[in-house]
């Protein structure tokens, strides 16, 4: 098992940046892979970026060169840095991780973003 606490959602400005973190604990030398989704209302979660335990890096296209994840060397944390944020990047994130042998999923309990003027 794997337990994720997501921090650093709140209220920002359009252009305005945030920084969510994401601490895993419990099993964590089984996780393979750590990342972020998102869902805003009325649409279906979705896939923001992704780092596995190798330094491998995946983006949404709608997030490319705005987003960064990054993981601590432990590779217990995930972190999120969203500059230049719009409002459509609006939503619940979530945290997520992956382990192996079974690829089994696990996930937070989701920190608000709001960007609003």
């Known amino acids: 098992q794997v337990q994720l606490v997501e921090s650093g959602g709140g209220l920002v400005q359009p252009g305005g940046s945030l920084r969510l973190s994401c601490a895993a604990s419990g099993n964590i030398f089984r996780i393979s892979a750590m990342g972020w989704y998102r869902q805003a209302p009325g649409k279906e979660r979705e896939l923001v970026a992704t780092?596995?335990?190798?330094?491998?890096?995946n983006y949404a296209d709608s997030v490319k060169g705005r987003f960064t994840i990054s993981r601590d060397n432990r590779k217990d944390t995930v972190y999120l840095q969203m500059n230049s944020l719009k409002p459509e990047d609006t939503a619940v994130y979530y945290c997520?991780?992956?382990?192996?042998?079974?690829?089994?999923?696990?996930w937070g309990q989701g920190t608000q973003v709001t960007v609003s003027s």
């Open positions: 997520n991780a992956v382990t192996w042998p079974r690829n089994s999923s696990y």
């Open positions: 780092a596995t335990n190798a330094g491998s890096t």
